[in-house]
């Protein structure tokens, strides 16, 4: 088997057809599967996998309880059969040639990962401008400075040795889960390739029942941390400014108290590296620092 596609889903009724017809319609040649794992749907979500799956014995259904987006994906990762993986989320799709252009590149340069850009429902294309090879030290510092203008980890070809032992981030993480795996393959140093390519449709800014919790940002804080402490202070200002955006995202929420609570012990530490605007969020009073974040997040589309 060439190629495991997995696709986590969870109450994605509306969106797991269409996503299915795109991972089953790929011009690619070679032999591949879908693994879809049903993270305990309460809607009829895993019906309506169930009842594809019968036309087509490509399609796998895995029916679990309830155990989060990063445990359906190593649920899938533990049953596939693939050399490669490629996750793809449940109300998102693959453009036509998906597999064919990531796997021709992941074969010919002898890669980890390959990493293409995509584009939104909106039109906006995130195209990071890399070609060929990329700096694993350089993705994680966009990465954690929120500068998100290529595929994460939905929409990348990994050969699969390079994903064990990273598909364990807690359930409680739910926001920024595929950023935080993604840090920890990068953390080993792998071979990463772009490619020129927009391979993938990537619904955005869709409602979901994620919320910010400032203990759930901690652990955040505390599982990157250990994932980068073998690496000296290379990272030390990304992790600073990575806590800066999250604390924008408080903010932004007109939760002010995680300033008290946590974010005000990093006010002391900004240096030249962080952007100047976040330098001012972290230097004006939370319920001041309110307007500028609302409205470049407004006016961004970041909301």
């Keep these: 088997m060439d190629i495991s596609i997995i696709i986590p889903l969870y109450n994605k009724e509306e969106y797991i057809e269409e996503c299915l017809d795109s991972c089953l319609s790929q011009n690619f040649q070679g032999d591949f599967e879908v693994i879809v794992v049903d993270d305990g749907s309460t809607d009829n979500s895993g019906m309506v996998a169930d009842k594809i799956a019968t036309k087509d014995h490509r399609i796998k259904i895995i029916h679990t309880e309830n155990g989060g987006v990063t445990a359906a994906r190593r649920i899938g990762y533990e049953h596939a059969l693939g050399k490669y993986i490629m996750f793809v989320d449940s109300d998102d799709k693959l453009l036509d040639d998906a597999l064919s252009s990531t796997y021709d590149a992941i074969i010919q340069q002898n890669a980890d990962e390959v990493v293409a850009y995509y584009k939104t429902q909106h039109g906006r294309i995130?195209?990071?401008?890399?070609?060929?090879?990329?700096?694993?030290?350089?993705m994680i510092k966009e990465l954690l400075a929120s500068r998100i203008y290529f595929c994460v980890l939905w929409g990348i070809l990994f050969r699969k040795e390079i994903l064990k032992g990273c598909l364990d981030i807690p359930r409680d993480i739910r926001n920024g889960e595929d950023i935080l795996l993604q840090i920890k393959v990068l953390a080993k140093k792998p071979k990463v390739y772009f490619i020129g390519k927009c391979i993938y449709y990537y619904m955005e800014g869709l409602p979901n029942d994620r919320r910010l919790e400032l203990e759930v940002e901690k652990l955040y804080d505390k599982i990157l941390e250990n994932t980068l402490s073998g690496m000296g202070n290379r990272y030390k200002s990304s992790?600073?400014?990575h806590r800066v955006k999250m604390y924008e995202n408080f903010i932004n929420e007109r939760k002010f108290y995680a300033f008290r609570d946590y974010y005000k012990q990093f006010r002391k530490h900004m240096n030249k590296d962080i952007p100047l605007l976040d330098k001012i969020v972290m230097a004006l009073p939370p319920r001041?620092?309110?307007?500028?974040?609302?409205?470049y997040k407004k006016w961004?589309?970041?909301c």
């Design 239 to 241: 992790i600073l400014h």
């Design 126 to 138: 995130a195209d990071s401008g890399i070609r060929g090879w990329a700096n694993p030290d350089f």
């Design 288 to 295: 001041l620092a309110y307007f500028p974040v609302h409205y």
């Design 300 to 302: 961004t589309g970041r």
